[in-house]
T-cell receptor
Framework: KNEVEQSPQNLTAQEGEFITINCSYS?????LHWLQQHPGGGIVSLFM???GKKKHGRLIATINIQEKHSSLHITASHPRDSAVYIC??????????FGEGTQLTVNP | DAGITQSPRHKVTETGTPVTLRCHQT?????MYWYRQDPGHGLRLIHY???????DKGEVSDGYSVSRSKTEDFLLTLESATSSQTSVYFC????????????????FGDGTRLSIL
């Protein structure tokens, strides 16, 4: 079993829908990261959080430390949100352990 | 965008040849990382550096070596490339100039697609 598990692996939505991607981890962490990988391959850091909730535009990330679970929400989804979303647990020092990613496709 | 440049962006080579990938940063960040990304595995840490001449192994370090002789450059070397090392390689940086370990986002380069035939 991987230390970081994401669900679903693939997600298809219609434009405007509310989207949730889940991440569960089995190790102690100092922070949980959410990243976005564009279709062209580039990787961008979206959020880093160690408690509570963070919001940036239409993206919201939450974490429940007791349950070892984090969620990434996208409100009013748009085709440009189509990408792979990756969850990563910061464990030892600055090292990250990554989930396999969730491929999101938003259709117009 | 963080100033990270990976070179080359694409490379095709033969089994048994040496290969060196370069990661160059202009951000003066203390930490640098090399990852590989493969279908079904996600990103996996190969080696990382926490300062000039200070490096450590990641989870998939066998067959790879690294060097960091100055802050801005982190080199990844495959001494004798094998087909199992065909992958997309990403460099990342974090930590800022002050170098605290603390919780810092990582900034990624655009990746190097390496094919070993």
């Amino acid at each position: 079993k991987n230390e970081v598990e994401q669900s679903p692996q693939n997600l298809t939505a219609q434009e405007g829908e509310f989207i949730t991607i889940n991440c569960s981890y089995s190790v102690g962490i100092s922070a949980l990261h959410w990243l976005q990988q564009h279709p062209g391959g580039g990787i961008v850091s979206l959020f880093m959080l160690s408690s509570g909730k963070k919001k940036h535009g239409r993206l919201i990330a939450t974490i429940n430390i007791q349950e070892k679970h984090s969620s990434l929400h996208i409100t009013a989804s748009h085709p440009r949100d189509s990408a792979v979303y990756i969850c990563a647990a910061q464990t030892s020092g600055s090292r990250l352990t990554f989930g396999e990613g969730t491929q999101l496709t938003v259709n117009p | 965008d963080a100033g990270i440049t990976q070179s080359p962006r694409h490379k095709v080579t033969e089994t048994g040849t040496p290969v060196t990938l370069r990661c160059h940063q202009t951000e003066n960040h203390r930490y640098m990382y090399w990852y590989r990304q493969d279908p079904g595995h996600g990103l996996r840490l190969i080696h990382y550096s926490y300062g000039v001449k200070d490096t450590d192994k990641g989870e998939v370090s066998d067959g790879y070596s690294v060097s960091r002789s100055k802050t801005e450059d982190f080199l990844l070397t495959l001494e004798s490339a094998t087909s199992s090392q065909t992958s997309v390689y990403f460099c990342a940086i974090s930590g800022g100039a002050s170098g605290g370990v603390g919780n810092q986002p990582q900034h990624f380069g655009d990746g190097t697609r390496l094919s070993i035939l």
